[in-house]
T-cell receptor, first 113, second 114 residues
Framework: ETGVTQSPTHLIKTRGQQVTLRCSSQ?????VSWYQQALGQGPQFIFQ???????GRGNFPPRFSGLQFPNYSSELNVNALELDDSALYLC????????????FGPGTRLLVL | QKEVEQDPGPLSVPEGAIVSLNCTYS??????FMWYRQYSRKGPELLMY????GNKEDGRFTAQVDKSSKYISLFIRDSQPSDSATYLC??????????????FGQGTRLTINP
């Protein structure tokens, strides 16, 4: 069974730039959620995709957007990067919508200068 | 006020000790309660899951949920140096407008000293 993978592992951007983060969900999983984890904080829910449709969003501005592909992999796009966007971005996949079955990837660490 | 409060620690205990980690919450609609373990530079790993109130035991780990007090706990018995990590509590109302959203505490950084 293949786990959740994310790429890249880390990257550095400058303020105002755009970034795309990628996630491959665990085999058999059709739901992907994205979370932002600032240093020393717990993860915060950005949004969730189920069968290629966004079906829920947290308190994040529209410059955070995403996609889910037919193979259930997913992208997180962030436009007009701000310094506060520096964080660990986590992707979690699950089979269906049961809350307890979210499996997290290792994350992408983004630094905005 | 945050929906979920968790003492960030750090917490340092000797090997073999019993560890108690706790979270309080304000949203009475939470029905699902999870504990995740996160090693440095890794993603969270699901340790325990409880639905509604009650206790759940898995090996050295015991999770307790007291919905009347809005308080959850994780106990680790016979703690090992390999248990050193950040422990995150997480909660969910279930499906809200079609999505399952986990709400996390800040995380408690735990060190087990040999």
């Amino acid at each position: 069974e293949t786990g959740v993978t994310q790429s890249p592992t880390h990257l550095i951007k400058t303020r105002g730039q755009q970034v795309t983060l990628r996630c491959s969900s665990q085999s058999g999983h059709n739901t992907v959620s994205w979370y932002q984890q600032a240093l020393g904080q717990g993860p915060q829910f950005i949004f969730q995709y189920y069968r290629e449709e966004e079906n829920g969003r947290g308190n994040f501005p529209p410059r955070f957007s995403g996609l889910q592909f037919p193979n259930y992999s997913s992208e997180l796009n962030v436009n007009a990067l701000e310094l506060d966007d520096s964080a660990l971005y986590l992707c979690a996949s699950s089979s269906g919508l049961a809350p307890e079955t979210q499996y997290f990837g290792p994350g992408t660490r983004l630094l905005v200068l | 006020q945050k929906e979920v409060e968790q003492d960030p620690g750090p917490l340092s205990v000797p090997e073999g000790a019993i560890v108690s980690l706790n979270c309080t919450y304000s949203n009475s609609a939470f029905q699902y309660f999870m504990w995740y373990r996160q090693y440095s530079r890794k993603g969270p790993e699901l340790l325990m899951y409880t639905y509604s109130s009650g206790n759940k035991e898995d090996g050295r780990f015991t999770a307790q949920v007291d919905k009347s007090s809005k308080y959850i706990s994780l106990f680790i018995r016979d703690s090992q140096p390999s248990d050193s990590a950040t422990y995150l509590c997480a909660m969910s109302q279930g499906l809200i407008q079609g999505a399952q959203k986990l709400v996390f505490g800040q995380g408690t950084r735990l060190t087990i000293n040999p």
